[in-house]
């Protein structure tokens, strides 16, 4: 018994010591408070940034630490913010000690306001003001390291304090999702609202809208409460319903990826009298298929330029480096140059296609007997590679290739031979059987011919006594 308990206690302080580097970890957040300066005027927004620290606790019901801020902080930009969702606990926020590069944090005043759009004023349909408003309100916009998080949060504290409390969160898991062409898409997204504020349960609404050098499209838009999606142009984009009230999960799917969807997105979260939103961007990246022709190359001699074409389409963005290769029979490789380069085209679909032209004189290149040539396209989303064999003849000594092609002809032009041969010798054997068969005989009521070299007496008179007596 008395092992038991010492593993016991050995348990809850080992749970203990767990629990303190977990808190440890999401314990404090350093942010940039920015914020306009009073009597700023003109065209232009004169900003003021102060160091601020956030001191997370995940517990609303557990003590506040004090703690002594840093020096470089002034004591009224330390706030202790309570999260029961834990968003501010993301280790893309908090890297180890020692980290050069830190992640991205910024705190600013925020103030409530009913929102205009349709499918989002319906919340705030009443134009009253609720009293619950009446406080100091932040919005906090995190991004982590590696763009492994992009989080914003609205927090409410009561006037003149510095213990605000997240009311609303909304967050991704990534800043920038990539994706071949034809792929489906997942923009991640969720958002949380705090069960114990009064605007839970009060509707919300989500709206995703797409921006591209200036142009924007709303690609999809969910009125929450009265369960109404608004119309737009885009067909193959749509929310999971069901996960959106059950977890939150405010992700837009795209059916199938293309060229035209490559851009920034911004989904934003509406309540009634707040929103919080955030961006993400979607890469499309297709690398290019390449062709190389003609394939196979003609036989060459030294001397002779033969031309060879690489075809390189359907890639996208726009950056693509076309290289000829060249490798011998020993496998040693060189390059051969980019060869000339054609201006890019782009097709209905958006991709692009560019060509390059090769003129191989195996003499003044040294090519030796040939090997292999390559055209190595290099691209954003990977490399490729096609290859075709070049054969060039009659180069000092003959080569194994060149023998068995020397041998490959020899056997063709004795074929040749044969087959005359044949011929000739069928025709006079033809000819021999013809002229040792019997000449046919004469139609009865004709008189036949002399034949050469017979005696003088007419055909079919009786023959001479001397004659018959032989």
Same mark, same amino acid.
């Given at each position: 018994m008395k092992d038991l308990s010492t593993i016991y206690k050995l348990s809850v302080i080992a749970f203990a010591l767990l629990g303190d580097v977990c808190c440890s970890r999401c314990s404090v957040l350093e942010c940039w408070f920015v914020q306009e300066k009073p009597g700023g005027g003109g065209f232009s927004?004169?900003?003021?940034?102060?160091?601020?620290?956030? #001191?997370?606790?995940?517990?609303?019901?557990?003590?506040? $630490?004090?703690?002594? /801020?840093?020096?470089? $902080?002034?004591?009224? &930009?330390?706030? #202790?913010?309570?999260? /029961? @969702?834990?968003?501010?606990?993301?280790?893309? =926020?908090? /890297?180890?000690?020692?980290?050069?590069?830190? /992640?991205?944090?910024?705190?600013?005043?925020?103030?409530?306001?009913?929102?205009?759009?349709?499918?989002?004023?319906?919340?705030?349909?009443? @134009?009253?003001?609720?009293? #619950? !408003?009446?406080?100091?309100?932040?919005?906090? @916009?995190?991004?982590? =390291?590696?763009?492994?998080?992009? !989080?914003?949060?609205?927090?409410?504290?009561?006037?003149?304090?510095?213990?605000?409390?997240?009311? !609303?969160? %909304?967050?991704?898991?990534t800043s920038t999702v990539r994706s071949r062409l034809g792929e489906p898409v997942v923009l991640d997204l969720s958002f949380w609202v705090d069960p114990s504020s009064p605007l839970h349960g009060s509707g919300f609404a989500v709206e995703w809208r797409y921006q591209f050098r200036g142009e924007g499209r709303l690609v999809v838009a969910y009125d929450g409460k009265n369960d109404r999606f608004a119309e737009t142009s885009e067909t193959d984009?749509? !929310?999971?319903? %069901?996960?959106?009230?059950?977890?939150?999960?405010?992700? =837009?799917?795209?059916?199938?990826?293309?060229? &035209?969807?490559?851009?920034?997105?911004?989904?934003?979260?509406?309540?009634?009298?707040?929103?919080?939103?955030?961006?993400?961007?979607?890469? $499309?990246?297709?690398?290019?298929?390449?062709a190389v022709y003609p394939s196979p190359l003609p036989l060459s001699v030294p001397g002779q330029v033969v031309t060879v074409h690489c075809e390189a389409s359907g890639f996208y963005p726009l950056s693509l480096d076309l290289d000829w290769e060249f490798t011998d029979a020993e496998g040693k490789k060189r390059s051969l140059g980019q060869g000339s380069v054609t201006g890019h085209r782009q097709a209905r679909d958006g991709t692009f296609s560019q060509s390059s032209r090769l003129e191989l004189d195996s003499y003044k290149l040294g090519l030796g007997r040939g090997g292999e040539i390559s055209c190595v396209a290099k691209h954003q989303g990977g490399s490729r590679r096609a290859t075709v064999t070049l054969n060039v003849i009659g180069v000092s000594a003959p080569s194994i290739e060149d023998s068995m092609a020397m041998v490959a002809v020899a056997l063709v032009l004795y074929g040749v031979i044969k087959v005359i041969f044949w011929t000739f010798s069928s025709n006079g054997t033809s000819n021999e059987d013809t002229n040792g068969k019997p000449s046919p005989q004469p139609p009865s009521g004709t008189i036949p011919s002399k034949p050469s070299g017979s005696s003088g007496r007419p055909y079919g008179a009786p023959a001479a006594a001397s004659e018959l007596n032989r």
């Open positions: 927004v004169r900003m003021s940034q102060e160091k601020s620290a956030l #001191y997370i606790r995940t517990d609303p019901d557990s003590e506040k $630490i004090e703690q002594k /801020p840093p020096s470089d $902080i002034s004591p009224s &930009r330390v706030y #202790y913010v309570s999260d /029961p @969702a834990s968003t501010f606990c993301s280790p893309a =926020l908090h /890297p180890p000690e020692g980290t050069v590069n830190k /992640p991205q944090c910024e705190i600013n005043p925020f103030t409530p306001q009913a929102s205009m759009v349709k499918w989002a004023a319906p919340l705030t349909s009443s @134009a009253q003001s609720p009293v #619950y !408003l009446s406080a100091d309100w932040f919005s906090v @916009a995190a991004q982590g =390291l590696n763009g492994e998080l992009t !989080l914003a949060n609205v927090m409410r504290a009561p006037s003149g304090s510095t213990e605000p409390s997240v009311i !609303l969160s %909304v967050s991704s898991k984009a749509h !929310l999971d319903i %069901v996960g959106l009230y059950e977890t939150g999960n405010a992700s =837009l799917v795209l059916k199938e990826a293309q060229v &035209r969807h490559a851009g920034t997105y911004i989904c934003t979260i509406y309540l009634p009298h707040l929103l919080a939103q955030v961006a993400l961007e979607l890469e $499309i990246v297709e690398p290019p298929a390449l």
